[in-house]
């Protein structure tokens, strides 16, 4: 019982971390003269969070059984994919990239996605390696 409790924790984690993003950005949204401290403060709050969502979501997944917070194994690695580009982990976003644009199951608008995606961080690669 240990074990599905920590794995129920993992996903959970990811999944809150992602809610208090909604809520922090919508609490941002609508301000005509936002304070600068509190967009800094909310910034730093942001990143901490979706670097736990995706430290969260990539425990789960490698852990858990499909479906995760209620999405299926595509929208998940599309998810991941997008956190690795952001924090730069794209050996990770190229190979979950790869298994969507591949996957039978998954539709054709996520596919386009990801192969949107893929030549983004295709072109980031050809920078670092220029620069």
Do not use: H, W
């Not at 670097?51 to 979501?57: T, V």
């Not at 299926?72 to 994919?81: G, K, S």
Request: proline residues 2%; aromatic residues 6%; contains cysteine.
């Amino acid at each position: 019982m240990e074990l599905f409790d920590r794995m129920l924790e993992l996903s959970g984690q990811g999944f809150y971390c992602a809610q208090i993003l909604l809520i922090l950005a919508l609490e941002a949204e609508g301000k005509e003269n936002p304070d600068q401290k509190k967009i800094e403060e909310l910034a730093a709050q942001e990143e901490e969070l979706l670097q736990n969502a995706y430290k969260g979501f990539t425990e789960a997944r490698q852990t858990e059984m499909f479906p995760l917070c209620g999405m299926n194994e595509i929208t998940v690695d599309y998810l991941l994919a997008v956190l690795a580009v952001r924090f730069k982990d794209y050996q990770v976003a190229t190979k979950l990239l790869g298994s969507i644009i591949t996957s039978s199951s998954a539709n054709s608008r996520i596919k386009d996605k990801a192969r949107d995606m893929k030549e983004q961080v295709v072109k980031e690669l050809k920078k670092m390696q220029q620069g």
